[in-house]
């Protein structure tokens, strides 16, 4: 049986950051909801990342360079990113599995692309034992994890906007 030791420290972090998102959300009950719009968006990127999740890292590239259309604002209030990043949380949340890493950041990135005009997606490798991670990021901001949990990797791969 393998040891969740390690992970059990950013999860049990992760679930507090959520849980206070979702009290906040409990006191306003219409903040709760998202708009139709950002759930219908996150559906359709969250059923692509999860169609193309089997492909190599390069091709899911391709796929995510493929499927830029239109233009984000050219600049970004952190409130507004930090709305995002909690409709994003908060939808996934609510999925029967949680996607790995790399599922995650693919559709974080096209969930997050038309809004968000400094994204990055960023794989990070560390060792001992050999860890790849992939995750969302705009600036300093991390989108999709916790800081913690990416603090100790190096970066080996950044796929700009």
Not at 63 to 79: D, H, I, N, Q, Y
Not at 109 to 128: H, R, T, W
Request: charged share 20%; aromatic share 12%; proline share 6%.
């Amino acid at each position: 049986m393998a040891s969740t030791s390690a992970a059990c420290p950013e999860e049990r972090e992760r679930l507090t950051a959520t849980t206070a998102k979702l009290r906040d959300c409990l006191s306003s009950p219409p903040a709760f909801l998202p708009p139709l719009h950002l759930v219908w968006h996150y559906a359709r990127a969250a059923h692509a990342a999860r169609f193309i999740r089997s492909q190599t890292i390069a091709r899911q590239l391709d796929f995510l360079r493929a499927s830029r259309r239109g233009t984000a604002p050219v600049s970004m209030g952190v409130e507004t990113i930090h709305y995002y990043a909690s409709v994003f949380q908060h939808l996934r949340n609510l999925r029967f599995r949680r996607p790995r890493c790399l599922e995650d950041s693919v559709g974080g990135y096209l969930f997050f692309y038309p809004y968000i005009a400094s994204l990055e997606l960023l794989v990070g490798v560390k060792q001992p034992p050999f860890r790849a991670h992939a995750w969302l990021q705009s600036g300093d901001l991390i989108l999709n994890d916790a800081k913690r949990a990416v603090e100790d990797y190096s970066v080996i791969l950044r796929f700009e906007k």
